[in-house]
């Protein structure tokens, strides 16, 4: 089970560093996803490698195989269904439910998730706006923009975060700024590119730099 646990979280961070186009990860950044070091990071691949898992040659980068695709969406498609049966069901809130989920999706029962995903009523996103992945393992990613990208006087809808960490989260709860609320970019300061943002057509807040480029938008 533990074993498990680990190379299964292994296959999530090949699958999110790869990104879209599917690019060899190294074992550098590995290594620093997992703060673990170097050596270990390679005992691990090497493992992978042996299951059939990832593409792995020595000095150079990884790529996860079709079945070490396939474990990897079936890991993401679990935590996420977690998230939405914290969040909906059991009354979490969305800066309380990661952490819980990175367990919780590692009970390999097959029917278990699909019999959660019946009773949510196959949910198409978690609460964090992150598409979840079907049964068969297709997973559509919606080409969101981050709010960097918008231009002052466009309203966007708030879809989905990039920053996943409770204190970022409850950040934006403070602020006003939930899934589906209406942002609109008044004004982009020239220094800190810092921007004035009404939320709802209400209150307008300046919103930092670092806070825009984590939240994904689309055009309303
Ligand atoms: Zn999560």
Same mark, same amino acid.
């Given at each position: 089970m533990q074993n498990s646990f680990t190379e299964e979280n292994y296959l999530k961070i090949i699958h999110a560093l790869s990104g879209r186009e599917g690019l060899e990860v190294s074992t550098n950044a590995l290594a620093e996803s997992t703060a673990t070091r170097a050596a270990s990071v390679t005992d691990m691949l090497r493992k992978l +490698?042996?299951?059939? $898992?990832?593409?792995?040659k020595k000095y150079q980068g990884v790529t996860l195989t079709e079945t070490g695709e396939r474990?990897?969406?079936s890991v993401i498609r679990k935590h996420r269904l977690w998230e939405v049966f914290l969040v909906e069901k059991l009354g979490f809130g969305w800066d309380e439910v990661h952490d819980i989920?990175?367990?919780?999706?590692?009970i390999p029962s097959d029917i278990l998730v699909e019999k959660l995903d019946a009773f949510l009523g196959h949910p198409r996103f978690d609460p964090h706006g992150?598409?979840?992945?079907? +049964?068969?393992?297709? $997973?559509?990613?919606?080409?969101?923009?981050v709010l960097t990208d918008v231009q002052v006087g466009e309203k966007v809808l708030m879809m989905g975060v990039l920053d996943?960490?409770?204190?970022?989260?409850?950040h934006l709860d403070r602020s006003g700024i939930t899934l589906g609320c209406v942002l609109e970019v008044r004004?982009?300061?020239?220094y800190d590119k810092s921007a004035a943002v009404q939320i709802n057509g209400e209150q307008t807040l300046f919103i930092?730099?670092?806070?825009?480029?984590?939240?994904l938008v689309q055009r309303r």
């Open positions: +490698a042996e299951k059939g $898992l990832i593409n792995y474990v990897a969406i989920a990175e367990e919780l999706e590692h992150d598409p979840i992945p079907d +049964a068969k393992g297709n $997973l559509l990613e919606p080409d969101y923009r996943h960490a409770p204190s970022f989260l409850q004004e982009i300061n020239e930092s730099l670092e806070v825009s480029k984590n939240l």
